[in-house]
DNA sequence: CATGAATGAGCGTTCATTCAT
DNA sequence: CATGAATGAACGCTCATTCAT
């Protein structure tokens, strides 16, 4: 409770993340040295290594940080319905993606980079993105929103597999992510699907 | 006329290919050393330098002889509809990465990976695949396939993240991709969408 | 105030230079290796590069140390005729060459050798001491110890090279240097020339 | 005798020292690569291992033969006093330098550059030269043309230090060698010295 | 706890030399 | 003799990690 906790609740452990997480984003992995990021933070070398015991723990811990940041911004139980759930999953997503451009880049770029152990853990994390919109889609089709037979295995996968590619067009190719519009879009193509006669054209 | 270049042909800058397929694959561009690819290409180092001025280049070189290959594998002219070749494109898409694991996660590894020149180059051949996409969406929707209005741009993306995604699946988790199961349903999904009475539920 | 900087003034950086220049002398500069010259300075290699950025900065910062050293040790200016500061100026180098053989071959031998920018350096700095004696000469031609039309230019050349060879002597075939025999000898061929008739023999 | 000899005396060995010549010239041992000078040369890399074991003996020879090209250019005998032979050695010199600007760095920059075996070597034929020059002196001084008490050795060392000074300046700060003027400036300073009163001023 | 000077394993790259043809 | 594809020893430099203070 020292004044120093108090401008940094977390500590020094929180200081030195929020500056790995702006030299990592901005060099990547490999180029990121250690060094750097200790000056981002304002302290000593070694001093990292009092908090975090390798250079790949402190990227882990970084990105499990991140995504905690990242899941508790998308609050979306308050919702409704699957579909509305799921609008707003990709609805804070793409804003989050849009202003947070380097660590998007950074999210996106090691979506199965990294090697051998580090690769595995980066797989549990997007894995574990992917069973919340299993679990979204699931009770949806329970609810009888969706067809009785979609299959939610491929449906997460297409929902995850199309936000990242759109995630990439926003910050490579800078696709206007605000207002609703790409939301809109997306959800439509991904409820009613590509073929004519669907979605709003209703049957007599 | 040799035995040797009967058994490659190409000759050694196809076996150093080769060798440097696996090996990137199995360590990622940064953990692989050239020592080991000419080890695994029965060659000596040196011997690398002769056909490629660096890592890198030998890196990119691998890379287009992989997405050459692929995209010479992706032969879809044929089928008259644009719904049958982008079934077509990803059938063979599923299966290329089924047959070829390694390279599978080499491609998917590298969607966004890598530093500075290299990540750029790999942009513009992730581009190149999605412009492919967006043609035949194109075509689809002038011929009336579609919905008029169909946003091609988002809709090939949403197509490319879930082949992408999906192939994760393959070679991550194990999915099994054979026969046209996968396809179908990853189709169904895409041109009727999540939500029911759409597809195959036909208006009176 | 421990006993190591009490040892090496100047610290590490000063421990450095004093290999190199061993090494750099023995060997030369390209068969000099930066691993060897740490172990002569009992570091680890990388240190090396904690306070020089390259072996060719390590290799001009030595020189300039040394120049430095040399040229301190040239004080001349307190003696009285141009005459006499040149005859100091060669007595001082040859002391110098002769009691750091060593260092002494490395200066002669790299004269001119060495490749682009280092040699251009390397120029500059023999140039500065040209120019030191063009200005003795310069003066003394002034005050009318010379020739009125005395050529400076070649003058400060025709001593140069002269010491240069003469310290060659020293270090390559161990002409003694000792005493002022070698100065004197020199100085009066310089002054007086080759031909009889010249010098100590005064007209009537 | 074949019409190869005939185009090329010497036959492929002289070639190559041409080559090798122009090529060391330009870059300086080290970064001299054996390919460019077999490329210069128009012939295969592994033929000059067929006439030269080593790059460092190929030097060497190139140097020798350079040398003797220069020697054999240096016909004094025919003059009759030693000081015109020195003048014409000296005229020639700077002649050949002046004709070679490539071949005079290199000679320069080699004064004593290199290591070990062959900076021996390259001391020797230096040495041999200023023998030359002593040679002269010591039959103009029994001559009575100079100083009964000439000191031969430092004179030789004096001419030769001088000559390769002016050289210095000629090939790197563009010195002009035209007409005879810096050589009667420099033997009139070699002969005659810096001081007043000597030379050109006779008694009466 | 904090530091940063010191470390050395590790790797990409070069190029003189060899040798099968 | 001639070749040039193949080689691998050698080295400069980086940077994650350690540890004495």
């Known amino acids: 409770m020292d004044s120093e906790s108090r401008e940094y609740p977390g500590g020094k452990k929180r200081i030195i993340i929020e500056a790995a997480a702006k030299v990592f984003s901005k060099k990547g992995f ?3 040295k250690i060094e750097e990021i200790a000056k981002e933070a ?8 009092e908090y975090f015991t390798s250079k790949e723990e402190l990227f882990k811990e970084m990105l499990s940080s991140i995504s905690r ?12 319905s ?10 804070q997503h793409f804003n989050f993606m849009g202003m947070n451009k380097d660590l998007a880049r950074l999210i996106i770029a090691n979506q ?18 992917i069973y919340v919109i299993e ?3 699931e009770k949806g089709r329970a609810a009888g929103e969706f067809k009785e037979d979609l299959n939610v295995y491929i449906a997460a996968r297409i929902i995850f597999g199309s936000v990242m590619a759109l995630s ?14 790409l939301v809109q879009d997306l959800m439509d ?7 004519k006669n669907n979605g709003s054209v209703q049957c007599g």
Do not use: C, M
């Open 30 to 32: 490999h180029k990121a």
């Open 42 to 49: 304002g302290i000593g070398k070694g001093t990292i290594y």
């Open 69 to 80: 940041e990242y899941i508790r911004v998308l609050d979306f139980s308050s919702h409704p």
């Open 82 to 91: 699957a579909v509305e759930q799921i609008k707003e999953i990709l609805k």
């Open 112 to 129: 199965n980079a990294l090697n051998g152990e580090i690769r595995q853990w980066f797989l549990e994390q997007t894995l574990e993105k």
């Open 135 to 137: 679990g979204v889609l």
């Open 168 to 181: 990439g067009a926003i910050v490579h190719e800078n696709l206007s992510y605000e207002g609703e519009a």
């Open 189 to 195: 193509l991904l409820l009613n699907g590509f073929n």
